[in-house]
């Protein structure tokens, strides 16, 4: 192999290397703000919603730190199944959410799946289902646009047309 081609090579290697290393620094610095959320003492109001053929005794927790939001729970129910997420809010921009899901037919078992998702600059970093790190799929442009559609429903408090619709 020519020296041309090893150093193209290096510099490939070299490259992919900083990526995952600024990745890792981005999600290390996610879970700490996550971490600084849930440790504050934080102003909670809660919401109900219901939407025919969308949820069933669907509830919202809003989490504020003065007047931003930093935290929403969203849960509820439809069929045999369902959800609790959590939405992580910094400088009104989503950064992580939590999603678990339950769920199964009446007679079978049921089944709890969680997925993770680290957020910077509206996309995502990694995503996960439980400890193992899967591809990025269509449930992360879901995820982010309930995410988004949430925190801007806090100023109408219509939750249902944001989240069912």
Known sequence: MSLYKHLLLLLCLLAGQQTFAQTDADIAAIRQEYQKINAQKLTKQHFTYESSGCVEDGQLDFYLDGKNIVK????????????????????????????????????GPVTKTEYRYYIKDGKALRMMEGAKVVKNDSKVSDILRSANNIYKAYATKKFAEALCN
Request: hydrophobic share 35%; glycine share 16%; charged share 15%.
């Open 72 to 107: 929403v729970t969203e849960s509820g129910a439809i069929g045999d199944g369902s959800w609790v997420n959590q939405y992580y809010y910094s400088d009104g921009k989503v950064i992580f959410c939590l999603e678990s899901l339950e769920g199964g037919p009446a007679a």
